[in-house]
């Protein structure tokens, strides 16, 4: 099932499926720290109301905002 | 030997290696992005002289931040050098991400992979191979553990790598990097022969994010680094060591009597010039414990997760979580505080600094214990407490509606989250050591100055003649023009204007200036009981003495947290932050005391018109901004697309 990967749960994994990174610098960074297409990803925590989540991708643990998160579409 | 550019993804270790190549003390973190400019320095690197630059972290060849642009263009403007890219052991499939871009621009390179005593399934030899450059195993805290890459430093030819998927690359980033990407999931299957661990997902790691736990934690972590720093440790190394500084003035009194040197010159060398010093030293015990205790947070990864943690909280003020730590801190004092928001991005480091001066510091609690002795003797823990919160709300008010009328969007925030990794004493007593010097480095020749423009205006007339008695110097002669100013405030007498005066040298004046003007010794209580007395050369009358707290609560912070200020932001800022402090003071105090005076005087009608133009201001003042943010395109306070049209 496709959904934001702001709103995968805590401990759930996921592939990623698409990116909506319309700022090319952003998109740039994401593909850097191995957000891209196909590659799976777990959610490790999220702060309160998940307006903040840790997420591990390729054996690293990455901190990002909702904001930033809502841009990664995953598929359960 | 060619120049060594040591290159790599943040929190590799880069520092670290430098430290160890050229016998530095740069400051190096647990902490992404703690160095963010170009180090250089000269190495004896087997018996050769050769220069030995750290650049700050990147992740690949395409800029994203302003330090990863420093480094790419000193990359690009240096083809020829020798690099040793640092890789974090525990991360390799990233960090070999910016392995293959410098191989494929056909750079020099020796892969030094770093933390390798903490993984022990990588063949680095079969890594070597494939990649066909020198992979050396490293720790770069151990010099012998360096060895190897020095040895393998000398012997490096130049030759093009041949990397298999190099007829793949469109120039697309994207696909570029899922090409690579593809290449490095082929090296890794091939060279890890197990599973690496992932971190940041330790026990530790799940008390720390607890949501019951995370922020008690953080204050009782807070409360020790307070301990520590402002409490019984901190004060007997400031007493110890102002023990020193006053044996040192005395064996320089001495010999400036014994040359007999004229009085005022006596006095500018040792109340101007050594008094100036002293200052500075005052500072150096809790500056030194202060980036102690940071330096073993900031190493031990707490930082990281804490930023995480208050990200969401403070970004609805336009702060991220990393400005945590200044904030809290702010309320020991501005000038350490305002020190420890280097290592924001530009904005928030604006935003921090702005908020910071309405934490109230440690050297104002004697003021309000004074104060409240005199006035508020049975409700002294309310009126501290009060004062504190005031401060607290309105710098948060102040922030937030910066913050929405602001036209910036708030930067995104991603952030890796390092492993935690005890640090050893030697090296955090090393960074403290560092961070101490680049203090007395950074501000302690402005305050020298400014304790010199003090003495000036404290002990010269206006004809320029030196004079003992304070009534004829120019600070009270300004003083008894400005006081005037302070009519409206409930405060207009000149002492007390002296007195907020020096406080902006440093707030730990007012009460000795106070206790001068009145005569009353260093008695505490007699000085309080002198304050009530309109005999006094100073005194208050209750709403006069409210408006002085709040006063004193939100004007200028003292110099050397604003020479911190022009230092770490900019000058203008700092200028502004005086500026800006001061009218929030006049117009706050001003406020409180027509409220009280009304009040008191039962003028309930002249008390709701006073609150009623302050409210109509606020309108007008807001509306103001927000019409001057307006995008007259998309007809938003804040534009989205980014087309702003005047």
Same mark, same amino acid.
């Given at each position: 099932?496709?959904?934001?990967?702001?709103?995968?749960?805590e401990d759930k994994a996921a592939k990623i499926v698409e990116l909506k990174a319309a700022d090319t610098k952003l998109a740039c960074r994401f593909y850097e720290l191995g957000l891209i297409v196909g590659q799976s990803v777990k959610v490790l925590k999220k702060t309160s109301k998940g307006r903040a989540l840790l997420i591990c991708i390729r054996g690293y643990c990455l901190a990002v905002d909702k904001q930033t998160a809502d841009l990664v579409v995953v598929d359960e | 030997m060619n120049n060594i550019i040591l290159v790599g993804n943040p929190n590799t270790g880069k520092t670290t290696l430098f430290n160890t190549l050229t016998k530095s003390n740069n400051h190096v973190g647990n902490w992404h992005g703690v160095t963010v400019d170009v180090s250089e320095k000269l190495a004896d690197i087997r018996g050769e002289k050769c220069k030995i630059c750290d650049l700050p972290g990147i992740y690949s060849l395409n800029s994203y931040t302003p330090e990863e642009e420093v480094a790419i263009k000193y990359l690009n403007a240096h083809k020829g050098d020798l690099i040793v890219n640092i890789c974090d052991a525990n991360n390799l499939q990233?960090?070999?991400?910016?392995?293959?871009?410098?191989?494929?621009?056909?750079?020099?390179?020796?892969?030094?992979?770093?933390?390798?005593?903490?993984?022990?399934?990588?063949?680095?030899?079969?890594?070597?191979?494939?990649?066909?450059?020198?992979?050396?195993?490293?720790?770069?805290?151990?010099?012998?553990?360096?060895?190897?890459?020095?040895?393998?430093?000398?012997?490096?030819?130049?030759?093009?790598?041949?990397?298999?998927?190099?007829?793949?690359?469109?120039?697309?980033?994207?696909?570029?990097?899922?090409?690579?990407?593809?290449?490095?999931?082929?090296?890794?299957?091939?060279?890890?022969?197990?599973?690496?661990?992932?971190?940041?997902?330790?026990?530790?790691?799940?008390?720390?994010?607890?949501?019951?736990?995370?922020?008690?934690?953080?204050?009782?972590?807070?409360?020790?680094?307070?301990?520590?720093?402002?409490?019984?440790?901190?004060?007997?190394?400031?007493?110890?060591?102002?023990?020193?500084?006053?044996?040192?003035?005395?064996?320089?009194?001495?010999?400036?009597?014994?040359?007999?040197?004229?009085?005022?010159?006596?006095?500018?060398?040792?109340?101007?010039?050594?008094?100036?010093?002293?200052?500075?030293?005052?500072?150096?015990?809790?500056?030194?414990?202060?980036?102690?205790?940071?330096?073993?947070?900031?190493?031990?990864?707490?930082?990281?997760?804490?930023?995480?943690?208050?990200?969401?909280?403070?970004?609805?003020?336009?702060?991220?979580?990393?400005?945590?730590?200044?904030?809290?801190?702010?309320?020991?004092?501005?000038?350490?505080?305002?020190?420890?928001?280097?290592?924001?991005?530009?904005?928030?480091?604006?935003?921090?600094?702005?908020?910071?001066?309405?934490?109230?510091?440690?050297?104002?609690?004697?003021?309000?214990?004074?104060?409240?002795?005199?006035?508020?003797?049975?409700?002294?823990?309310?009126?501290?407490?009060?004062?504190?919160?005031?401060?607290?709300?309105?710098?948060?008010?102040?922030?937030?509606?910066?913050?929405?009328?602001?036209?910036?969007?708030?930067?995104?925030?991603?952030?890796?989250?390092?492993?935690?990794?005890?640090?050893?004493?030697?090296?955090?007593?090393?960074?403290?050591?560092?961070?101490?010097?680049?203090?007395?480095?950074?501000?302690?020749?402005?305050?020298?100055?400014?304790?010199?423009?003090?003495?000036?205006?404290?002990?010269?007339?206006?004809?320029?003649?030196?004079?003992?008695?304070?009534?004829?110097?120019?600070?009270?002669?300004?003083?008894?023009?400005?006081?005037?100013?302070?009519?409206?405030?409930?405060?207009?007498?000149?002492?007390?204007?002296?007195?907020?005066?020096?406080?902006?040298?440093?707030?730990?004046? $007012?009460?000795?200036? =106070?206790?001068? +003007?009145?005569?009353?010794?260093?008695?505490? !209580? %007699? @000085?309080?009981?002198?304050?009530? #007395?309109?005999?006094?050369?100073?005194?208050?009358?209750?709403?006069?003495?409210?408006?002085?707290?709040?006063?004193?609560?939100?004007?200028?912070?003292?110099?050397?947290?604003?020479?911190?200020?022009?230092?770490?932001?900019?000058?203008?800022?700092?200028?502004?932050?005086?500026?800006?402090?001061?009218?929030?003071?006049?117009?706050?105090?001003? $406020?409180?005391?027509? =409220?009280?005076? +009304?009040?008191?005087?039962?003028?309930?009608? !002249? %008390? @709701?018109?006073?609150?009623?133009? #302050?409210?109509?201001?606020?309108?007008?003042?807001?509306?103001?901004?927000?019409?001057?943010?307006?995008?007259?395109?998309?007809?938003?306070?804040?534009?989205?697309?980014?087309?702003?049209?005047?």
């Amino acid at each position: 099932m496709k959904k934001l990967l702001s709103e995968l749960s805590e401990d759930k994994a996921a592939k990623i499926v698409e990116l909506k990174a319309a700022d090319t610098k952003l998109a740039c960074r994401f593909y850097e720290l191995g957000l891209i297409v196909g590659q799976s990803v777990k959610v490790l925590k999220k702060t309160s109301k998940g307006r903040a989540l840790l997420i591990c991708i390729r054996g690293y643990c990455l901190a990002v905002d909702k904001q930033t998160a809502d841009l990664v579409v995953v598929d359960e | 030997m060619n120049n060594i550019i040591l290159v790599g993804n943040p929190n590799t270790g880069k520092t670290t290696l430098f430290n160890t190549l050229t016998k530095s003390n740069n400051h190096v973190g647990n902490w992404h992005g703690v160095t963010v400019d170009v180090s250089e320095k000269l190495a004896d690197i087997r018996g050769e002289k050769c220069k030995i630059c750290d650049l700050p972290g990147i992740y690949s060849l395409n800029s994203y931040t302003p330090e990863e642009e420093v480094a790419i263009k000193y990359l690009n403007a240096h083809k020829g050098d020798l690099i040793v890219n640092i890789c974090d052991a525990n991360n390799l499939q990233r960090n070999l991400q910016l392995t293959l871009q410098l191989l494929e621009m056909g750079h020099r390179i020796v892969v030094a992979v770093n933390m390798a005593n903490e993984v022990k399934n990588i063949n680095y030899s079969k890594l070597a191979s494939t990649l066909k450059v020198p992979v050396i195993p490293i720790d770069a805290r151990k010099k012998k553990s360096v060895a190897g890459l020095l040895e393998s430093l000398n012997n490096i030819q130049h030759q093009q790598v041949y990397l298999p998927y190099i007829n793949k690359l469109t120039g697309k980033i994207e696909e570029d990097i899922l090409s690579r990407y593809s290449f490095i999931d082929k090296i890794v299957s091939e060279v890890i022969t197990s599973e690496l661990k992932t971190y940041g997902t330790s026990r530790i790691d799940k008390v720390l994010y607890n949501k019951f736990l995370a922020v008690p934690i953080f204050l009782l972590v807070m409360l020790t680094v307070f301990i520590i720093t402002f409490g019984a440790i901190g004060q007997n190394f400031s007493i110890l060591i102002e023990g020193w500084f006053a044996k040192l003035v005395d064996v320089v009194s001495d010999f400036l009597i014994k040359l007999n040197i004229s009085p005022w010159a006596y006095s500018l060398l040792v109340q101007g010039v050594i008094g100036g010093m002293g200052s500075v030293v005052s500072f150096l015990p809790q500056i030194v414990l202060l980036f102690m205790c940071m330096n073993f947070l900031e190493d031990l990864g707490y930082l990281s997760r804490v930023a995480f943690m208050f990200d969401n909280s403070l970004k609805k003020i336009g702060l991220t979580g990393k400005s945590v730590f200044s904030l809290v801190l702010g309320f020991g004092c501005t000038t350490t505080a305002m020190l420890t928001t280097t290592g924001l991005d530009k904005r928030t480091q604006k935003r921090t600094a702005m908020l910071l001066p309405f934490a109230s510091c440690s050297a104002k609690l004697p003021v309000y214990a004074l104060i409240c002795a005199a006035f508020f003797a049975k409700n002294k823990v309310l009126v501290v407490f009060s004062l504190y919160l005031f401060g607290v709300i309105l710098g948060l008010i102040i922030t937030a509606i910066t913050n929405k009328l602001s036209k910036q969007k708030s930067s995104p925030f991603i952030m890796e989250i390092p492993p935690i990794r005890v640090p050893t004493l030697s090296k955090t007593l090393k960074n403290a050591k560092t961070n101490a010097f680049n203090f007395v480095k950074r501000v302690g020749g402005t305050l020298v100055v400014c304790s010199v423009v003090v003495w000036v205006l404290s002990n010269l007339t206006f004809g320029f003649k030196y004079t003992v008695n304070p009534e004829e110097s120019i600070l009270c002669g300004l003083a008894k023009y400005i006081a005037v100013l302070f009519k409206p405030l409930g405060f207009g007498n000149t002492w007390a204007v002296v007195a907020l005066l020096v406080g902006i040298v440093a707030k730990e004046m $007012v009460v000795s200036c =106070l206790s001068i +003007a009145n005569g009353v010794g260093a008695s505490l !209580e %007699a @000085l309080a009981a002198s304050l009530t #007395l309109t005999t006094s050369a100073v005194s208050f009358t209750t709403a006069g003495a409210i408006s002085f707290l709040v006063f004193i609560l939100l004007y200028s912070p003292c110099v050397s947290a604003l020479s911190v200020t022009a230092r770490e932001v900019s000058r203008k800022f700092a200028v502004f932050s005086f500026v800006f402090q001061f009218v929030i003071a006049y117009g706050c105090s001003f $406020v409180i005391y027509n =409220l009280i005076s +009304a009040f008191y005087a039962k003028q309930i009608i !002249e %008390a @709701l018109i006073t609150i009623i133009v #302050l409210a109509v201001c606020i309108v007008f003042v807001v509306r103001y901004f927000k019409q001057k943010n307006k995008c007259i395109a998309c007809k938003g306070s804040y534009c989205e697309k980014n087309c702003l049209q005047k």
